[in-house]
């Protein structure tokens, strides 16, 4: 597929916090933001439970979680909420796991990624419904640093339901060792046009910072 139209294919859609439960999401995001998020709903194909802020009229801040109540999914959850290792982590600190970016033509942008994302997969959160790429085991890829893909159905985007609490992303920044290479991969789905990257020394671990401008001033997620 010409590089051309894969660029063409992609927004930013929102920004995912992972946490060990809502409660520690919530609380960073408070400790970040000064922000007290809305509750978003229940994912019963994954297991998982969420609340959501307005970042944009089609641009929102996820944070997620294992939902304790829900019956165990029977394949691994997505953003690598299984994974022991990743909640170990996140017992000791939720954080900005990784980025969604939208698309009309998510088969396309599918084939067109130079880095395999997975499957296309069909979820729902109460009467919305979408389709998104991730592993079969749930993995973040590179980290999280490369976005999973998302097609809404046609129509108002989700984010313009939400209240808005006065919120917009400023931008999205990524620190990676070897810019290049990850700006390649962005830019076979056109990604790359909508993230900042900086470099980082060979052997750091990348990751994810938001500069969110909140009624209190521009204040960064992490």
């Known amino acids: 597929m010409p590089e051309a139209t894969s660029q063409a294919l992609t927004s930013l859609d929102h920004i995912t916090v992972a946490a060990n439960s809502l409660d520690q999401g919530l609380e960073h995001v408070w400790t970040s933001l000064r922000i007290d998020m809305p509750y978003g709903g229940t994912h019963p194909r994954m297991g998982t ?33 299984d994974d022991p290792r990743l909640q170990a982590e996140l017992r000791l600190a939720p954080r900005l796991v990784t ?29 919305l419904r979408w389709l998104i790429t991730f592993p079969d085991d749930g993995s973040l890829i590179d980290g999280g640093m490369i976005p999973s893909l998302i097609q809404w159905p046609t129509g108002v985007h989700p984010a313009s339901r939400m209240p808005d609490l006065g919120c917009t992303l ?49 204040r960064t997620l992490r």
């Open 49 to 81: 439970h969420n609340h959501v802020l307005r970042l944009g009229e089609s641009v929102f801040l996820e944070v997620i979680a294992v939902d304790p109540t829900a019956t165990a999914p029977v394949r691994p959850r997505w953003f690598q909420l």
């Open 99 to 127: 980025w969604v970016v939208r698309t009309t033509r998510i088969g396309e942008a599918f084939l067109a990624s130079s880095r395999p994302l997975g499957a296309i997969e069909p979820i729902q959160r109460s009467d």
């Open 170 to 218: 400023e931008r999205l920044e990524a620190a990676h060792p070897d810019p290049a290479a990850y700006l390649r991969d962005l830019a076979s789905i056109g990604a790359d046009r909508h993230i900042e990257v900086r470099a980082i020394p060979p052997g750091s671990r990348p990751h994810l910072v938001a500069h969110i401008r909140t009624p209190d001033g521009v």
